[in-house]
Nanobody, 129 residues
Framework: QVQLMESGGGLVQPGGSLRLSCAASGFTSDDYAIGWFRQFPGKEREGVACINKNDGRKYYGDWVKGRFTISRDNAKKTLDLQMNNLKPEDTAIYYC??????????????????????RGQGTQVTVST
């Protein structure tokens, strides 16, 4: 059973930075995709970024525009999301999500968060003065 646990959320001022981490375990092989999506207070979900473990390719939401960077820390076995120049509109619950054997659907997973097979409990990010 895949298990995902996020950490690193909190309150930050506009223009500040946060680093989220996702501890992931339980994958049956290296054939999986893993990433982040967020859910706004009004419940809308939006894909942030993801990685296809098969080829290491990274995908980002069009709106990210270089502010966020997704990476894997192989030593810690975590998926990290470095978020810079945060804005109030980035306020949301950030979820780590994963799907085994994604095939050619990684792009779809990024843009349709409900397609992920597994997700963590989420971590709150609040950007405010």
């Amino acid at each position: 059973q895949v298990q995902l646990m996020e950490s690193g959320g909190g309150l930050v001022q506009p223009g500040g930075s946060l680093r989220l981490s996702c501890a992931a375990s339980g994958f049956t092989s290296d054939d999986y995709a893993i990433g982040w999506f967020r859910q706004f207070p009004g419940k809308e979900r939006e894909g942030v970024a993801c990685i296809n473990k098969n080829d290491g390719r990274k995908y980002y939401g069009d709106w990210v525009k270089g502010r966020f960077t997704i990476s894997r820390d192989n030593a810690k076995k975590t998926l990290d999301l470095q978020m810079n120049n945060l804005k109030p509109e980035d306020t949301a619950i950030y979820y780590c999500a994963a799907t085994e054997s994604p095939g050619d659907n990684v792009y779809a997973l990024l843009h349709i968060p409900m397609l992920w097979d597994y997700r963590g409990q989420g971590t709150q990010v609040t950007v405010s003065t």
